[in-house]
């Protein structure tokens, strides 16, 4: 069964400092994704990434978000400056032009 | 039903017995809908998903109904187990206007009593 694995599992980081998680998607997959649990509320889009480039963000992702695909297999998730409010779990999910959305265990970020 | 705050509703069912976990969506353009399982500390894992264009699609001890009318998805789960014990959202997609995210619901945690 193909996966997205992501890492770290878990990361801390101290509130002002620059965190990248990283995500591998499945290999024939076309759309990226990058979504975010705080602890007990649902799960909220942040952003996703086609072609190269993004193709929607919410309102989440601010000018303190960047994503990147720097080779042919890792996309990435670049906050610059954390805040305590970035205390979350980070999932990356990859799909298929119509379907097969597929999520990964995630990387709890904890800023301290 | 729909959470309030942080409280997630809960479904306590018996073990063999016949789960139902019921989701109101918002979104009367939404075209296709995925339920999701997320066990704790752990990813949401796809269970089962259905196209508009259908109102009832099964899987593996699992079948999902679609009302478009009152806009409401169910999840039934067939001779519930232990290991189905786990938080379980549903989420939806307008793909209208070329949008591939999904939006989730809030969720609801289903006890299993052994």
């Known amino acids: 069964e193909p996966e997205v694995t992501q890492t770290p599992s878990h990361q801390v980081t101290q509130m002002g400092q620059e965190v990248i998680l990283r995500c591998v998607p499945i290999?024939?997959?076309?759309?990226f994704y990058w979504y975010r649990q705080i602890l007990g509320q649902k799960v909220e889009f942040l952003v996703s990434?086609?072609?190269?480039?993004?193709?929607?963000k919410s309102e989440i992702f601010d000018d303190q978000f960047s994503v990147e695909r720097p080779d042919g297999s890792n996309f990435t998730l670049k906050i610059r400056s954390t805040k305590l409010e970035d205390s979350a779990m980070y999932f990356c999910?990859?799909?298929?032009?119509?379907?097969?959305?597929?999520f990964g265990s995630g990387t709890r970020l904890t800023v301290v | 039903g729909e959470s309030v705050g942080l409280h997630l509703p809960t479904l306590s069912v018996q073990e063999g017995d016949n789960s139902i976990i019921n989701c109101a969506y918002s979104?009367?353009?939404?075209?296709?809908f995925i339920w999701y399982k997320q066990e704790s500390g752990k990813g949401p894992q796809f269970i089962i998903d259905?196209?508009?264009?259908?109102d009832k699609r099964q899987g593996q001890r699992v079948t999902v109904l679609l009302n478009k009318t009152v806009k409401h998805l169910s999840l039934q789960i067939a001779a519930t187990q232990p290991g189905d014990s786990a938080v379980y959202f549903c989420?939806?997609?307008?793909?209208?206007?070329?949008?591939?995210?999904?939006?989730f619901g809030k969720g609801t945690k289903l006890s299993v009593i052994p």
């Open positions: 999910a990859s799909s298929t032009t119509g379907a097969g959305y597929t």
């Open positions: 259905i196209r508009s264009n259908m």
């Open positions: 979104n009367s353009a939404s075209d296709y």
């Open positions: 990434f086609y072609n190269n480039e993004i193709s929607e």
């Open positions: 989420a939806e997609r307008d793909s209208g206007a070329g949008s591939y995210q999904l939006t």
């Open positions: 290999s024939n997959h076309l759309y």
